[in-house]
């Protein structure tokens, strides 16, 4: 049932458990819906890619493809505020990707006679999904793109589901916002048969791409799950989730924490909010407020969970074992355990995460589900193959190296491997 629940749970452990039965999204349902059309667009190519847009977006798509000259028209019809709005942002993540993308490594042991360079190549060609839906999302573009753009992809490609729009096949804020991060080409498919697409290529307007990253309903993730035996994909992304963490000391930014949970969970009915503090006033106080913020109009949201735990230890506690797609610390007593947290997508600090969202750098493609226990949030580590490249300098130096390596291929009953290095030491 949609709507605010308030739990008491002392511990961690006790509050997961009233939490997982609702938590953990599942493609299983879908994947005998999609993996037909997965496999009819890998035998068709875009004969079936044409027939299921017709079928599921009721559009008939000749040809996918948006030329960067056709991009570029969008951009003069957004208007200057809504421009600007897109290039303060684009900025501000390709500084931030800029900063932290991986760079060359040189490991040089003339001890040991060796030396190693650890050399990030970008991917050849990146497909991203962008999501449509009653409203356009140019951040999707911005948050996966400008990533791939700065890792060195040399060609990358958006695809979004065609909504006609003043003259353009798809909403002209997305065929902007792809020209000003520098997408090669656009295609106007969406669903499941624009990920297969992307996967096998459709011949003779889609060519397939290296990896496939981006957000998407179930039926796109399901997909991108089914194709990801044969290129790379990001994440299995699933509805968006918050876990704000906050101290007795935030009573009077009640009205922030509401707005914060329910910035998220305005996404769908899918969306989850969890709210954890150790304080049963702010709990009962987040309750109302949220009810009063959402009168009249709870079917929009998400589920919101209120939970008051023993400790603010005890609700990182829990926040490590939800691992949620977005964490954040609020109060100057919750911030203390910043370092306490192990397991979230991104984690913001006295900050609003619709900052992160659109603008602040990070992208807010982000794990979900649980799976921000094993990855973060999409950079442009993504995009880069860390290869590493090995050269001996001095055989003599290298000796006790290869001794070890003949041990451990005897071992191992490779005789070739073992041959192999007697021929190379002499």
Not at 30 to 41: F, G, M, T
Request: proline share 5%.
């Amino acid at each position: 049932m949609h709507g605010i629940h308030l739990f008491y749970a002392e511990t961690a452990d006790k509050a997961y458990a009233m939490l997982e039965r609702e938590f953990r999204a599942d493609i299983e349902g879908y994947i005998e819906q999609v993996k037909p059309i997965i496999e009819n667009v890998k035998q068709r190519g875009w004969e079936a890619v044409r027939e299921y847009t017709l079928k599921f977006d009721k559009v008939d798509v000749v040809d996918p493809r948006v030329s960067r000259e056709k991009l570029r028209e969008a951009l003069d019809t957004i208007g200057e505020k809504v421009r600007w709005a897109l290039e303060v942002s684009i900025d501000s993540v390709r500084k931030y990707h800029e900063a932290i993308k991986p760079r060359e490594i040189v490991y040089e042991s003339m001890q040991q006679g060796i030396k190693i360079v650890l050399k990030p190549i970008p991917l050849t060609r990146v497909g991203v999904y962008v999501p449509g839906g009653a409203h356009p999302y140019p951040s999707s573009v911005i948050m996966a793109v400008v990533p791939a753009k700065v890792a060195g992809v040399r060609h990358v490609a958006i695809t979004t589901p065609p909504r006609p729009f003043e003259g353009f096949p798809a909403h002209p804020v997305i065929l902007a916002a792809s020209y000003l991060v520098g997408a090669d080409i656009a295609y106007t498919i969406g669903g499941a048969q624009a990920i297969a697409a992307l996967a096998y290529g459709a011949r003779p307007y889609v060519e397939s791409v290296d990896k496939i990253v981006g957000p998407g309903n179930p039926y796109v993730v399901t997909a991108k799950y089914l194709v990801s035996r044969d290129v790379g994909i990001d994440m299995l992304a699933g509805p968006s989730e918050v876990m704000i963490v906050a101290s007795s000391d935030t009573q009077k930014h009640l009205e922030q924490l509401a707005l914060d949970l329910l910035a998220q969970t305005e996404h769908g009915a899918l969306s989850i909010g969890i709210f954890a503090t150790d304080s049963r006033e702010l709990a009962l106080n987040i309750v109302d407020r949220i009810a009063l913020l959402t009168k009249g109009k709870s079917g929009e949201f998400g589920n919101i969970y209120v939970f008051v735990l023993d400790s603010l230890e005890e609700c990182i506690a829990f926040a490590n074992i939800v691992a949620p797609e977005h964490l954040e610390l609020v109060g100057e007593s919750a911030i203390q355990f910043i370092d306490k947290v192990e397991n979230a997508g991104a984690v913001a600090v006295n900050t609003p995460v619709a900052l992160t969202d659109f603008s602040a750098g990070p992208s807010h493609v982000l794990p979900t589900g649980g799976s921000a226990r094993w990855r973060g949030g999409l950079s442009t580590y993504d995009f880069v193959k860390l290869v590493a490249v090995t050269e001996v300098l001095d055989l003599e130096a290298v000796k006790d190296l290869i001794e070890a390596a003949k041990i451990l291929a005897e071992v191992e009953g490779f005789n070739f491997h073992r041959k192999s290095l007697e021929r190379f030491s002499g």
